[in-house]
């Protein structure tokens, strides 16, 4: 019979995208994201580093394989809820984390979200094009 390995859970949102993270205890550093690894999830380096920067200023980045779930949004909203994620899933391993993410400003959960299409207008804010006649 096998053992369960324990996990550590974080749930991150940003825009429209929400991640489902888990923080895998005794694990070699991997990061899987929706069953495929970081590299080829994320296309550019600085949204690679955005993902795995609270376990880099923590010195956990090889503590812990990461498993995401991530839905919803674009490649930076999802990198940027899979980094709130990771760091609530920290902070919820030890509470001592907590003081060094929050100076980054990795705990603050980004509100702004689309903005919804209002009647008699295009989009959000855009009005009909005026005619004279």
């Known amino acids: 019979m096998t053992e369960k390995t324990k996990y550590t859970p974080g749930l991150g949102r940003r825009k429209c995208a929400v991640a489902q993270v888990r923080l895998q205890h005794g694990g070699k550093g991997t990061i899987t994201i929706n069953n495929r690894p970081l ?3 994320l296309g550019t380096e600085i949204l690679r580093q955005n993902v795995k920067a609270p376990l880099v200023l ?7 394989d990461v498993v995401v779930v991530v839905k919803g949004g674009g490649a930076s909203g999802q990198a940027n809820s899979i980094r709130l ?10 509470p001592e984390y907590k003081t060094v993410l929050k100076k980054q400003g990795f705990v603050t959960r980004d509100a702004r979200i689309r903005e919804r299409k209002k009647f008699g207008k295009k989009s959000a804010r855009r009005s009909p094009q005026w005619s004279k006649r």
């Open 39 to 41: 590299e080829s999830y």
């Open 58 to 64: 923590t010195g956990t980045e090889n503590m812990f």
């Open 85 to 94: 994620g990771i760091a609530r899933a920290l902070i919820d391993f030890n």
